[in-house]
């Protein structure tokens, strides 16, 4: 019996095609779990940029869901001002019953805050940028920084974080979406298989 060699650059073939295929079928809708296993509560003291730090680690896109885990306080999807302002008085979506799931439906920015004032202003905040399902960012490089969504600042702002949770949560998925997931198992395939 004769066995036929196969060369190098046909497995390498074979490993693209497979990496891409899983590349791909990894894409489907994720749901995450807010903060991880800090959950959702109310951040350390020296530590308010928890969940803008846990958006910015994440890639999210029409379809996925954020999940809340959390006790004895509350999740509320809110507008932007509300956000800023640590408004609970009227939200868009609101849940108390400690495990709570949104579906994210559109793209854009969802804003999160706890229905607890005191404990929004202690850093239990989220903002969530929600990509296209193709992974393109739409984001208008024409506009000038004054007129951009997110350069809009409130007085109150100042006595949060210094950090902008929104800039950070925004600037990370701008770069994640210039790198998509199986881009850089394609960039290790193929160096695999340089002689």
């Known amino acids: 019996m004769m066995m036929k060699m196969t060369s190098p650059l046909s497995l390498c073939s074979l490993m693209i095609i497979v990496l891409c295929i899983r590349a791909v079928a990894s894409e489907g809708p994720r749901v995450f779990k807010v903060g991880d296993e800090f959950e959702w ?3 350390l003291q ?4 928890v969940y803008s730090r846990w958006a910015s680690t994440n890639r999210f896109h029409i379809g996925d869901s954020l999940s809340f885990v959390y006790d004895k306080d509350s999740v509320m999807e809110v507008d932007k001002w509300g956000f ?3 408004n609970a008085s009227d939200p ?3 849940f108390d019953n400690g495990n709570s799931t949104f579906y994210l439906d559109r793209p854009g920015l969802f804003y999160f805050i706890s229905g607890s004032n005191a404990h929004c202003t202690s850093g239990q905040r989220l903002i969530v940028e929600v990509m296209h399902i193709h992974h393109h960012n739409h984001h208008d490089a024409s506009l000038p920084p004054s007129m951009s969504p ?3 600042s409130s007085p109150s702002e100042s006595a949060f974080d210094s950090h902008d949770p929104a800039s950070s949560a925004v600037s990370s998925s701008l770069l994640a979406s210039f790198f998509p997931p199986f881009a850089a198992l394609l960039v290790v395939a193929l160096l695999c298989c340089q002689p």
């Not at 020296?46 to 940029?49: A, E, L, R, V």
């Open 41 to 43: 509560r109310v951040p």
């Open 92 to 94: 868009i979506t609101a």
């Open 84 to 86: 800023y302002h640590c």
């Open 46 to 49: 020296n530590d308010t940029s």
């Open 150 to 152: 997110l350069s809009a």
